[in-house]
């Protein structure tokens, strides 16, 4: 089973850029496939950003594209996601979370295929 634990979220005002990052432990970390989601005050937890266990192929939803960026690290098993020009609208609880995949290309950015989360770090950008 997996545990992951996530840090590096904090206040920030717009424009500017902060760093996630998520440790994962209790697993083989390349045998995961990898997405951050958020989940802003009122809303829906929504997908973000997500890598396959290769670290190949990243997927973005399209409010982020050209914004952040996700990156893994299979030898520190940690994923990181850094989001620069971050905007009011970034400000959420940002979550990494992991699914056992068999292939090492596939991204999965539905939430509901995922079965380890981590408790989330709370990003807020100032307008």
């Known amino acids: 089973q997996v545990q992951l634990v996530e840090s590096g979220g904090g206040l920030v005002q717009a424009g500017g850029s902060l760093r996630l990052s998520c440790a994962a432990s209790?697993?083989?970390?390349?045998?995961?496939?990898i997405g951050w989601f958020r989940q802003a005050p009122g809303k829906e937890r929504e997908f973000v950003a997500a890598?396959?266990?290769?670290?190949?192929?990243?997927s973005y939803v399209d409010s982020v594209k050209g914004r952040f960026t996700i990156s893994r690290d299979n030898a520190q098993n940690t994923v990181s996601l850094q989001m620069n020009s971050l905007k009011p609208e970034d400000t959420a609880v940002y979550y990494c979370?992991?699914?056992?995949?068999?292939?090492?290309?596939?991204?999965?950015?539905?939430?509901?295929?995922?079965?380890?989360w981590g408790q989330g770090t709370q990003v807020t950008v100032s307008s």
């Open positions: 890598i396959s266990r290769s670290g190949g192929r990243p």
């Open positions: 979370a992991a699914v056992f995949e068999s292939y090492r290309t596939v991204v999965r950015t539905d939430q509901a295929r995922y079965d380890y």
């Open positions: 209790g697993g083989t970390f390349s045998n995961y496939a």
